[in-house]
């Protein structure tokens, strides 16, 4: 059975903007554009800062040093 790996799903050459997935830019990489890439620092930002205070607050209450994931 012959496989053919250039039939993917998808072509893996080239790499796509985790934010909207159009082609990434080789001036912004890994994102399309500088706005991919400030919206995927604002949501790391947002999220760190988030998980951050809950899971500390949540964590410190419940177990105090018990972190498996
Ligand atoms: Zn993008």
Redesign the pocket.
Known sequence: MPGKPEKADRPTKTPV?S????PVDPAFPP???K??ANVDLHRWLNGSYAIAGESLDEDSASRPDDAED
Do not use: A, E, H, Y
């Not at 934010?19 to 159009?22: F, L, T, Y």
């Open positions: 903007c934010i909207c997935g159009k994102f399309c554009s706005r991919c």
